[in-house]
């Protein structure tokens, strides 16, 4: 995926660079708001850290160019979720909770009211990842 691509602004750019540097790592099948978009740097000696963005472009320039850089990642808010304790047992999660995806992940609609309720409805479709992709 590339700089192409639209994606989602940030929730709030006043607030990039304060989330805590921990946070879960994907899952959660919805996203809700962009809080930045991350890089990661793994240099050879030393801690690991990130730089965080308010653009996706600005983002893939780091990670082009930082040695030991990684592909930009999105750090997300979840208000709601999907929680899948095992393969195939989907759980509906009402709590918030912040998360880092994989940017592709981003390519999923943004949560709607109806997003997760017809995603556990038993009437949902036999690919239920179909409504989540937003082609059902």
């Not at 793994?42 to 801690?47: K, N």
């Amino acid at each position: 995926m590339g700089t192409t691509t639209v994606y989602p602004k940030v929730k709030d750019p006043a607030m990039v660079g304060e989330y805590p540097a921990l946070a879960n790592s994907g899952g959660g099948f919805v996203w809700d708001e962009v809080l930045e978009y991350r890089v990661w740097c793994h240099p050879q000696e030393g801690d690991d850290y990130y730089y965080a963005f308010e653009d996706v472009e600005t983002a893939f320039e780091c990670s082009n160019e930082e040695p030991g850089a990684e592909e930009p990642l999105a750090l997300i808010l979840q208000v709601e979720y999907i929680n899948e304790p095992e393969p195939g047992c989907y759980v509906h999660m009402k709590e918030e909770r912040i998360t880092e995806w994989p940017l592709e992940f981003l390519s999923r609609p943004r949560r709607s009211e109806n997003t997760i309720p017809d995603f556990m409805s038993p009437h949902a479709p036999e690919n239920k990842l179909a409504i989540i992709r937003g082609i059902s």
